[in-house]
C-alpha cells in the first residue's frame, strides 16, 4: 500500500497529509483550525520534521488527486494511516493523535465526521475501545457530537428484516460509484433469505411480513435518506445496529445468524468485483465489533484481508504494464455464493467456497 504515496515522500509528508484531512474532515475549514495546524508545524520543525515546508506541497498533490481520482486520494490516506502504524512508536503516534485532537476541539466541540475520522487513525495505531477516546474529550471538556439513537423511534411496521436491509442499502451506497444494479440484484436474492420466528410472530418475505421487497426497499431507503429529515442515514444505520444487538441479548436470533450476516455483507461489498474503501472500513468495525462473541467474523476479516491485497496488487500489477484482461475482479455467484477467480491465476480452481 505505500507504494502508492509520492516516492519523495517523508515523515513530514506523511504527517502534514493526515493533519490536513483533521481540518477538513468536517466540511468546513476555521481559522482557529489553521492555527493550531500551524503551531503544530512549529512543534515538529523544532524536532527536525519540517512539516510547514511541505505543506503547501501535500495540499497541492491532494486537492489534484481529489479532482481527478478520489479512489486513489483515499488509498493515499489509507497508506499515509499505514505508514504511521508500521513506521512510528507509541509516543511519536500519541503526538500525531493528541495534534489532530487539538485542532478539531478548538471550538470545544467535536462534529461526528471529525470524530470518524479520529477514530479512523485511531483503530489502526492504537489498541483503544471507543468510550475511552471519547473520555479523552470528555475529561478535557469536549464536547463530542454523536447521533442519538435513542431519540430515533422505528416506524410503525418495521421489522427485524428493515434491520438487515438498512444494512445492505447502506453498504450499497458505499460501493464504487453508489449503488448499481450488482447491489440492487444482490439484495432483490438475499433479503428474501431471512426468515425468524420472534415470540409468536413470523417475520420475512416468505411469510408476508413485510409483504413486498420492492415495498420494503422504498420504505428502507426513504427512512435512510429522507431529504426532509435532518438526521444523516448513518444514525438510522446505528438504530439498527442497536436493534440487532438487543434480539442477540433477547436470545431472539442466534450467534449463527450474526455470522452469516456479516458473511453477506462481505458478499455484497464484492458483489461488483471491488470492495471500496468505505465498505471495507465500515465491514472492519462491525466485524471487530461483533468478534468476541461471533467467532466467524474473524473469518470475514481474514477474507476481506485477501481480496484487499488482491485488487492492490492487481492495481500495482496494471500500472506496472499487465494487461488488464489478466487480473478481472473477483465475482460472486449469485446462487451458489462462491467467489469466481481468473483460472489463469488460480490454475488448481476457479472458485472458492463462500
Same mark, same amino acid.
Given at each position: 500500500m505505500?507504494s502508492?504515496?509520492p516516492?519523495?515522500w517523508k515523515?513530514e509528508?506523511?504527517?502534514?497529509?493526515?493533519?490536513?484531512?483533521?481540518i477538513?474532515?468536517d466540511?468546513k475549514v476555521?481559522?482557529? %483550525?489553521?492555527?493550531a @495546524?500551524?503551531k503544530?508545524?512549529?512543534?515538529?520543525?523544532?524536532k527536525g520534521?519540517? @512539516? #510547514? *515546508?511541505?505543506?503547501d506541497?501535500?495540499?497541492?498533490? $491532494? !486537492?489534484?488527486?481529489a479532482s481527478?481520482?478520489?479512489?486513489?486520494?483515499?488509498?493515499?490516506?489509507k497508506?499515509?494511516? /499505514?505508514?504511521?502504524?508500521? &513506521?512510528?512508536?507509541?509516543d511519536q503516534? &500519541?503526538?500525531?493523535?493528541?495534534?489532530?485532537?487539538?485542532?478539531?476541539?478548538?471550538d470545544d466541540i467535536?462534529?461526528?465526521?471529525?470524530?470518524?475520522?479520529l477514530?479512523?487513525?485511531?483503530d489502526s495505531?492504537?489498541n483503544?475501545?471507543?468510550? /475511552?477516546?471519547?473520555?479523552?474529550?470528555?475529561?478535557?471538556?469536549i464536547? !463530542?457530537?454523536?447521533?442519538?439513537?435513542t431519540k $430515533?423511534?422505528d416506524p410503525?411496521d418495521?421489522t427485524?428484516i428493515?434491520d438487515i436491509g438498512?444494512?445492505?442499502?447502506?453498504?450499497?451506497?458505499?460501493a464504487?460509484?453508489e449503488i448499481k444494479?450488482?447491489?440492487?440484484?444482490?439484495?432483490?436474492?438475499?433479503?428474501?433469505?431471512?426468515?425468524f420466528k420472534?415470540g409468536?410472530?413470523?417475520?420475512?418475505?416468505?411469510?408476508?411480513?413485510?409483504?413486498?421487497?420492492?415495498?420494503?426497499?422504498?420504505?428502507?431507503?426513504?427512512? $435512510?435518506?429522507?431529504?426532509?429529515?435532518?438526521?444523516?442515514?448513518?444514525?438510522?444505520?446505528?438504530?439498527s445496529h442497536?436493534n440487532?444487538i438487543e434480539?442477540y441479548? &433477547?436470545?431472539?436470533?442466534?450467534?449463527e445468524?450474526?455470522?452469516t450476516?456479516?458473511?453477506t455483507l462481505?458478499?455484497?461489498?464484492?458483489?461488483?468485483?471491488?470492495?471500496?474503501?468505505?465498505?471495507?472500513h465500515q465491514?472492519?468495525?462491525y466485524?471487530k465489533?461483533?468478534?468476541?462473541?461471533? #467467532? *466467524?467474523?474473524?473469518?470475514?476479516l481474514?477474507?476481506? %484481508?485477501?481480496v484487499?491485497?488482491g485488487q492492490?496488487?492487481?492495481? %500495482?500489477?496494471?500500472?506496472?504494464?499487465?494487461?488488464?484482461?489478466?487480473?478481472?475482479?473477483v465475482?460472486i455467484? #449469485? !446462487?451458489t455464493g462462491?467467489?469466481?477467480?481468473? #483460472?489463469?491465476?488460480f490454475?488448481?480452481?476457479?472458485?472458492?467456497d463462500?
Amino acid at each position: 500500500m505505500n507504494s502508492i504515496l509520492p516516492e519523495n515522500w517523508k515523515d513530514e509528508h506523511i504527517i502534514s497529509c493526515l493533519v490536513r484531512n483533521s481540518i477538513l474532515a468536517d466540511g468546513k475549514v476555521e481559522q482557529n %483550525e489553521l492555527d493550531a @495546524m500551524a503551531k503544530l508545524g512549529k512543534e515538529y520543525a523544532a524536532k527536525g520534521i519540517n @512539516m #510547514p *515546508k511541505v505543506w503547501d506541497e501535500v495540499d497541492d498533490f $491532494m !486537492v489534484d488527486l481529489a479532482s481527478k481520482d478520489s479512489d486513489k486520494y483515499f488509498n493515499v490516506m489509507k497508506a499515509a494511516r /499505514e505508514y504511521i502504524a508500521k &513506521n512510528f512508536d507509541n509516543d511519536q503516534k &500519541n503526538v500525531l493523535m493528541t495534534g489532530m485532537m487539538n485542532i478539531v476541539a478548538q471550538d470545544d466541540i467535536v462534529k461526528y465526521e471529525e470524530f470518524l475520522y479520529l477514530k479512523w487513525c485511531m483503530d489502526s495505531w492504537f489498541n483503544y475501545e471507543v468510550e /475511552e477516546f471519547i473520555n479523552d474529550f470528555t475529561k478535557a471538556g469536549i464536547e !463530542v457530537e454523536m447521533p442519538d439513537i435513542t431519540k $430515533m423511534e422505528d416506524p410503525k411496521d418495521w421489522t427485524i428484516i428493515h434491520d438487515i436491509g438498512v444494512f445492505y442499502t447502506y453498504f450499497s451506497n458505499l460501493a464504487e460509484g453508489e449503488i448499481k444494479y450488482p447491489e440492487k440484484e444482490f439484495i432483490n436474492l438475499t433479503l428474501p433469505k431471512w426468515n425468524f420466528k420472534i415470540g409468536e410472530r413470523d417475520y420475512g418475505l416468505d411469510y408476508g411480513n413485510p409483504e413486498d421487497i420492492g415495498e420494503t426497499w422504498d420504505f428502507i431507503f426513504d427512512e $435512510m435518506y429522507n431529504k426532509s429529515d435532518p438526521n444523516p442515514p448513518m444514525n438510522r444505520v446505528n438504530a439498527s445496529h442497536n436493534n440487532l444487538i438487543e434480539y442477540y441479548k &433477547n436470545k431472539n436470533i442466534k450467534i449463527e445468524n450474526i455470522g452469516t450476516f456479516l458473511h453477506t455483507l462481505f458478499h455484497l461489498s464484492i458483489y461488483d468485483g471491488t470492495i471500496s474503501e468505505g465498505q471495507a472500513h465500515q465491514l472492519t468495525h462491525y466485524c471487530k465489533q461483533w468478534s468476541q462473541s461471533c #467467532p *466467524k467474523a474473524e473469518t470475514v476479516l481474514d477474507l476481506l %484481508e485477501m481480496v484487499l491485497q488482491g485488487q492492490q496488487l492487481r492495481k %500495482e500489477l496494471i500500472a506496472a504494464g499487465a494487461p488488464p484482461e489478466m487480473f478481472p475482479p473477483v465475482k460472486i455467484d #449469485p !446462487v451458489t455464493g462462491k467467489m469466481e477467480f481468473n #483460472p489463469e491465476i488460480f490454475p488448481d480452481g476457479n472458485s472458492q467456497d463462500k
